[in-house]
T-cell receptor, first 113, second 114 residues
């Protein structure tokens, strides 16, 4: 059974710092890995999607990497801003079991002005 | 264009009652997914539709939960004899239908069972 773990559960940093969020998964048989952002009381916003054949994806200040063989992904946020405060979730799309996403429990990020 | 919409945004009901939650996917998306998110946790898969048929319902917790998508667009998640443990945010997502595609999520329905 695929399990996804995110560390740390919560992170608080001052504005302007670069930071890394970690995601690990137990089964490397995945189609892709997706990073989402969730604001309090809101749905999920897709940030980056990395296919299993790719090593990284970039969008603005965000860079996500994927090491499928070791079961790890990182989300790098450069020059953090207070507006980046949210919960960040990673999810893997597994090969066995149709097309469902298996999510981690999320990292709650707070950027202090 | 319009994103995934869900109604109602909030639903409060009493234990034992029946509820229906609605999802309108992005136009043209053939795949539709339901997830359930408990407080402080990531979403958990419930059911996946490809067109009108449920391709995978392995995440439905028990037979009180049922979902339909009769015309391949709008979907309704139905919960019978609700229990307090059913309280959660129910999220709907849609995608073009291929495994490589991004899933786009709606805002969710917050269900509270008293």
């Amino acid at each position: 059974k695929q399990e996804v773990t995110q560390i740390p559960a919560a992170l608080s940093v001052p504005e302007g710092e670069n930071l890394v969020l970690n995601c690990s998964f137990t089964d490397s048989a995945i189609y892709n890995l997706q990073w989402f952002r969730q604001d309090p009381g809101k749905g999920l916003t897709s940030l980056l999607l990395i296919q299993s054949s790719q090593r990284e994806q970039t969008s603005g200040r965000l860079n996500a990497s994927l090491d499928k063989s070791s079961g790890r992904s990182t989300l790098y946020i450069a020059a953090s801003q207070p507006g980046d405060s949210a919960t960040y979730l990673c999810a893997v799309r597994i090969i066995q079991g149709a097309q469902k996403l298996v999510f981690g429990q999320g990292t709650r990020l707070t950027i202090n002005p | 264009g319009a994103g995934v919409s869900q109604t109602p945004s909030n639903k409060v009901t009493e234990k034992g009652k029946y509820v229906e939650l609605r999802c309108d996917p992005i136009s043209g998306h053939t795949a539709l997914y339901w997830y359930r998110q408990s407080l402080g946790q990531g979403p958990e898969f419930l059911i996946y539709f490809q067109g009108t048929g449920a391709a995978d319902d392995s995440g439905l917790p028990n037979d009180r939960f049922f979902a339909v998508r009769p015309e391949g667009s709008v979907s309704t998640l139905k919960i019978q004899r609700t229990e307090r443990g059913d309280s959660a945010v129910y999220l709907c997502a849609s995608s073009l239908g291929l495994a490589a595609d991004t899933q786009y999520f709606g805002p969710g329905t917050r269900l509270t069972v008293l």
